[in-house]
């Protein structure tokens, strides 16, 4: 069975411009989370989705907005990109029930120049 | 301000001896808490959990001590692998009821490094 997939797993922009990253969860698992990884940090929360509602907000300014799809993929969109959102963008899945693991996929390296 | 802390960034422990990585936390609702291994250029794998209603959960070389009281948790690799090296991630999580779990709270990671 196919693991938690992310896509681009690199990718470079410039301060001002937009990125979309994706996330394909694993089959059969209807909440997926976003979470930011900075180097020599852990990572760090931004979203829940579960069947296609917002479950959980972190501490993140606007510029980061969310959506999960029908098919529970989702994707993470990022405006007006800061030098400081580089970073790794890991996304994450479970079924959705309580004291369950995540699953993370191999995340997308963001570097803002 | 960090609610989950891994207070050592790196530990070295020779092959076949015993590791033993720490991790505090501050937030009295967390009533779930797992480990994590990361290797680089992956995402985190799952390794070991433990529910707060446990003090010790078992899985093979993996051992987690929960001392509630203490707001501390322990994670034992016997014996020791050259293949455990790797940075572990412990993690933490205030399920409400009917609540899904999504968001953990993170440390900053510990380098476990197993030499031959």
């Known amino acids: 069975d196919a693991g938690v997939t992310q896509s681009p797993t690199h990718l470079i922009k410039t301060r001002g411009q937009q990125v979309t990253l994706r996330c394909s969860p694993i089959s059969g698992h209807k909440s997926v989370s976003w979470y930011q990884q900075v180097l020599g940090q852990g990572p760090q929360f931004i979203f829940q989705y579960y069947e296609k509602e917002e479950r959980g907000r972190g501490n993140f300014p606007d510029r980061f907005s969310a959506r999960q799809f029908p098919n529970y993929s989702s994707e993470l969109n990022v405006n007006a990109l800061l030098l400081g959102d580089s970073a790794l963008y890991l996304c994450?899945?479970?079924?959705?029930?309580?004291?369950?693991?995540?699953?993370f996929g191999s995340g997308t390296q963001l570097s803002v120049l | 301000d960090q609610q989950v802390k891994q207070n050592s960034p790196s530990l070295s422990v020779q092959e076949g001896r015993i590791s033993i990585l720490n991790c505090d936390y501050t937030?009295?609702?967390?009533?779930?808490f797992l480990w994590y291994k990361k290797y680089p250029a992956e995402g985190p794998t799952f390794l070991i959990s433990i529910s707060s209603i446990k003090d010790k959960n078992e899985d093979g070389r993996f051992t987690v001590f929960l001392n509630k009281s203490a707001k501390h948790l322990s994670l034992h690799i016997v014996p020791s692998q050259p293949g455990d090296s790797a940075v572990y991630f412990c993690a933490a999580s205030a399920v409400t009821r009917g609540s899904t779990l999504g968001r953990l709270y993170f440390g900053r990671g510990t380098q476990l490094t197993v030499w031959p």
């Open positions: 937030n009295s609702m967390f009533d779930y």
């Open positions: 994450a899945s479970s079924l959705g029930g309580q004291n369950e693991k995540l699953f």
